[in-house]
C-alpha cells in the first residue's frame, strides 16, 4: 500500500506536465480549426526536433545535479562551421556531420573535465564555453552563410509519411529526434551508465563510496550532451539551410525549462527522459496556440514559458517536500558531528552576551 | 627571508591580489599592442580616450556587480539582472516619450526636446519597478525555497517578455537632454556614471561594513541554518539582498538607456548578468557564498569592461570578441580554483626552501 503511494509520488510530476499537454491541446483543438488536423501534432515534433534533442541532453546533465548553458551556443556554432565547411571548403557533408558531431562531444567533454578536475561549478563552466562558442561563430563568419549543398538539400526536403494517417508527415529531423528519444530513455532506464548517473545525481558522495567511476561519468555526461547539442544544431542548419552566429538564442533556456516541466528535478536523481518529450512539446505547444491565435504577440511566449516553469518548480518541491525534509534532517546530524570544533565558540560567544 | 614569504601569502591571500593583477596584465597588453590607449585628451570641455571609455561604460557594470556581489555572498545568484536593466529602461524610456499616449505625432514632434513625464517621477518609477523586480526574486528565494538559480531564471526568461509588454514591442528612442546627462553628462571632466557607480559603492560599502549587515550576508553564504539557529533573521537577509540587486539593475537600466538614447526591450542588457557574474568571480567572492569584498568586486568589473574594450580597440568584432572573454574567463576561474592554489603553494614553497 505504502508502496503503491511512493510510485504515484514519483510519478506525479510527469502525470501534471502530461495534463497540461493535454488540457492545453483540446483547448486548442476546440478553439482552431488548423489545430485539427493530425499534421498539426506532428508538426509540434518537426518545429522541435533540435529542442528535443538538445533537451534529451540536457536532461542527462541535470539528472547528474549538473546544468549546461553552453547548448544554444554549441548548435549555432555547429550551423556556422558545417556551412563554412560546406561552401567555403567544399568538403563532403558526411564528413562534414561526422566531423560536427565530433567537435561537440569534445567541447563537452573538455568542460565536463574542467568541472571534474578543477571543481569548478558546471554553471561557471558552461557559461564560460557558451561565451567561446558564441565569439567563434563570428571568428568564423560574420554574416549567415547559405547551405547549397545538394544533400542538405535533399534531407531538408525529405517528408516521412505516416503509416495510418492520409497526410501526415514527419521530417527527417523529427525522426532524428525520436530515435534520440528512444536511444535516450533506453539508456537512462535499461543500461548500467543511466544507473550510474541516478545514483550520482541523487548523491555523490555515495555514489563515490559505492565504487562507481564518478569522474569518468560526469565527464561523460557532459560529453553526451556536447554531441546531443551538435546532433541537434546539425538538425537544425538542415531545417533552415544556413548557419550564423544569432541562431538559437536561448535555446538553453528553452532546454532547461523543458527538462524542468518535464519533472526532471534540478537537484539531480530524479526524473524521466519521458518527461522531457513532454516538456517541449508543452513550450511548442505554447508557441503554436499564440501563434494560431494571431493577436498576442510572440513575447508571450516567453512569459508564459516562465510562469510555466515557476509552477513546475512550485509543484515539484511540493512533491519533494516531505523528502527534502528527511534529508535535510540526516544533513543536519551529519554537519553537527561534523563541526564539533565551532560549538565551544558559539558557547562562549552566548556566555559573553550574557 | 621569512619575511618576504610571509608579505607574498599575505598579499595572495588578499582578495584584491588577483583582480588587480588580471587588470594591470590586460593594461600592460594595451601598452605594448594598442597604440594610443593611454592618450587622454580634453574634448568639448571633458576628458575623452580608451581610459575614460572603460569607466564610463564599466560604471553600468560596477553598479550590476557590486549587486551580485552581495547576493553572490549569500550563497544565491541573480540571472535576472539583464532583463531588469531591460525592464527599467523601457519603463523610464515610455515615460518619456509622448508616443506612449498613443496620440498621432509627427516626426517634428517626437525629436522635440520634451517629456510626457516629470523627469524625476520616470527615475523613481523605473527604479521602483526595478526594485519590485528584486523584491520578487527575493520572496521565491526566502520565502518560496527555490534554488536562487532557478528562481531567477524564471524572471530572465520571462523579464524580457514583460519589457516588450511595456514597449509595446517597440524600439523606444528618446529625445530629452536632461535625460541624457544620467548616461552621458560630464562632472569635472569625467563621465556622470561613474559618479553614480562611486556613491552607491560608497553607500553600499557603508551598509556593508560599518553595519553588521555585510557580517550576517556572509554568515548566511557560510552556513544559512547556523546563522538561523544564532539569530539571524535568514528569510529577510536574502529578501534585502535580492531586491538590492534589482535596485542597482534599475540604475544600471537608467544609465543604459540613457546612454544609448534609446530602450531596446530585446537587446538592452543582453549577457549583462553573465559578464557581472563573471565580475564578482573575478573578484574573488566564492560562488557558494561567504566572504565578499566590493572593491575586489568593482575591479573585476574593470577588468571585464578592459577587455572588451581592448577587444574593440584591437579591431576583434564585437560579437566575436566574447570566444576571448570566455577564454580570459576560463583562465581566470581555473587561476582562482582551490587546486591550482595548491600546485602553486607547492611551487613557491620549493622555490623559497631552494634559496
Redesign the interface.
Known amino acids: 500500500m505504502t508502496d503503491k503511494l511512493k510510485i504515484d509520488r514519483k510519478f506525479m510530476p510527469l502525470l501534471a506536465t502530461i495534463a497540461v499537454f493535454a488540457l492545453l491541446y483540446l483547448y486548442g483543438f476546440s478553439q482552431y480549426k488548423g489545430m485539427r488536423q493530425p499534421q498539426a501534432f506532428f508538426n509540434l515534433f518537426i518545429n522541435n526536433a533540435f529542442l528535443l534533442i538538445t533537451s534529451i541532453g540536457m536532461t542527462f546533465v541535470i539528472l547528474t545535479e549538473g ?1 549546461d548553458l553552453s547548448v544554444g551556443a554549441v548548435i549555432a556554432l555547429t550551423s556556422v562551421a558545417s556551412a563554412a565547411l560546406l561552401e567555403i571548403y567544399g568538403l563532403n557533408p558526411v564528413l562534414v556531420i561526422v566531423l560536427m558531431l565530433l567537435m561537440g562531444t569534445l567541447f563537452g567533454g573538455i568542460m565536463g573535465a ?1 568541472i571534474h ?5 558546471p ?3 558552461t ?13 568564423i563568419s ?1 554574416d549567415a552563410i547559405p547551405i547549397k549543398d545538394p544533400l542538405y538539400r535533399t534531407m531538408a526536403l525529405s517528408r516521412i509519411q505516416i503509416p495510418g494517417f492520409e497526410r501526415a508527415f514527419l521530417s527527417l529531423g523529427a525522426v532524428v529526434a525520436i530515435v534520440v528519444l528512444v536511444v535516450g530513455m533506453y539508456v537512462a532506464h535499461f543500461t548500467r551508465y543511466g544507473r550510474s548517473i541516478y545514483a550520482i545525481g541523487g548523491n555523490e558522495q555515495s555514489a563515490l563510496l559505492m565504487g562507481l567511476p564518478v569522474g569518468r561519468i560526469k565527464i561523460s555526461v557532459y560529453a553526451l550532451n556536447g554531441f546531443c547539442s551538435a546532433l541537434a544544431g546539425i538538425v537544425f542548419s538542415i531545417s533552415l539551410l544556413s548557419g550564423h ?2 541562431y538559437a538564442t ?1 535555446v538553453e ?1 528553452d532546454a ?2 523543458s527538462v ?1 516541466i518535464g519533472g526532471t528535478l ?2 539531480g536523481g530524479q526524473g524521466y527522459v519521458f518527461g522531457t518529450l513532454f516538456g517541449v512539446l508543452v513550450t511548442g505547444l505554447i508557441q503554436m496556440l499564440i501563434q494560431f491565435n494571431g493577436e498576442l ?1 510572440s ?5 508564459a ?3 510555466l ?2 509552477i513546475f ?2 509543484v515539484q ?1 511540493l512533491f519533494t517536500s516531505s523528502r527534502k525534509k528527511r534529508q535535510a534532517l540526516g544533513r ?1 546530524t551529519l ?1 553537527e558531528s561534523e ?1 564539533r570544533s ?1 560549538v565551544p565558540i ?1 558557547d562562549k ?1 552566548t556566555t559573553d552576551s550574557a | 627571508m621569512t619575511q618576504s614569504r610571509f608579505s607574498w601569502q599575505q598579499l595572495r591571500d588578499s582578495q584584491l591580489f588577483w583582480p588587480l593583477l588580471a587588470l594591470a596584465m590586460i593594461l600592460l597588453f594595451n601598452l605594448f599592442f594598442t597604440p594610443g590607449f593611454y592618450n587622454i585628451e580634453i574634448k568639448d570641455g571633458h576628458l575623452s580616450g580608451f581610459l575614460v571609455d572603460i569607466l564610463n561604460r564599466g560604471s553600468v557594470l560596477m553598479l550590476l556587480a557590486i549587486g551580485m556581489t552581495m547576493v553572490i555572498a549569500t550563497g544565491g ?1 541573480d540571472l535576472s539582472v539583464g532583463a531588469v536593466v531591460a525592464i527599467s529602461a523601457a519603463t523610464a524610456t515610455v515615460l518619456i516619450n509622448p508616443a506612449l499616449a498613443n496620440e498621432l505625432i509627427s516626426s517634428e514632434e517626437l525629436i522635440k526636446d520634451v517629456t510626457s513625464t516629470p523627469l524625476w517621477i520616470c527615475i523613481t518609477a523605473a527604479l521602483l519597478v526595478a526594485t519590485l523586480c528584486g523584491l520578487w526574486n527575493g520572496l ?1 528565494v526566502s520565502r ?4 536562487p ?3 531567477t ?10 519589457a ?2 511595456i514597449t509595446h ?1 517597440q524600439i523606444i528612442t528618446v529625445y530629452y537632454t536632461p535625460y541624457f546627462f544620467i548616461g552621458n553628462g560630464y562632472l569635472l571632466g569625467l563621465p556622470f556614471p561613474l559618479f553614480i557607480a562611486l556613491f552607491v559603492y560608497l553607500c553600499t560599502w557603508l551598509w556593508a561594513r560599518r553595519t553588521a549587515f555585510g557580517m550576517f550576508v556572509e554568515s548566511i553564504g557560510i552556513n544559512a ?2 546563522s538561523f539557529l ?1 539569530g539571524i533573521n535568514e528569510k529577510n537577509i536574502k529578501l534585502v539582498v535580492y531586491t538590492f540587486c534589482g535596485f542597482c539593475a534599475g540604475i544600471a537600466g537608467l544609465i543604459y538607456s540613457s546612454n544609448v538614447k534609446s530602450a531596446d ?1 530585446n537587446n538592452a542588457g543582453l549577457n549583462l548578468e ?1 559578464d557581472a ?2 565580475a564578482v ?1 573575478i573578484g574573488g567572492t566564492l ?2 557564498g561567504g566572504r565578499f569584498s566590493l572593491l575586489a568586486s568593482v575591479i573585476g568589473a574593470l577588468v571585464i569592461q578592459s577587455t572588451t574594450t581592448t577587444m574593440y580597440a584591437v579591431g576583434v ?1 564585437a ?9 580570459v ?2 583562465v581566470v ?2 587561476l582562482y ?4 592554489k595548491l600546485v602553486l603553494t607547492r611551487v613557491v614553497e620549493r622555490v623559497g626552501a631552494r634559496s
Do not use: D, H, Y
Open positions: 546544468i574542467i578536475f578543477f571543481k569548478v561549478q554553471f561557471i563552466v557559461l564560460a564555453g557558451m561565451f567561446f562558442a558564441r565569439g567563434m561563430c563570428f571568428f560574420l552566429g544569432l536561448n533556456l532547461i525549462a524542468v534540478l537537484t504577440s513575447w508571450w511566449t516567453r512569459i514559458v516562465g510562469a516553469t515557476l518548480i512550485g518541491s543536519a554537519k563541526s565551532a558559539e560567544l | 545568484v521565491l518560496g525555497k527555490i534554488q538559480m532557478v528562481a531564471l524564471v524572471l530572465m526568461v520571462a523579464g524580457r517578455g514583460i516588450q509588454l514591442g541554518r547556523s544564532s526591450a553573465l557574474i563573471l568571480v560562488m557558494s568584432p560579437m566575436a570578441a566574447s570566444a576571448i572573454k570566455g577564454l574567463v576560463l576561474i581555473l580554483s582551490e587546486q591550482t
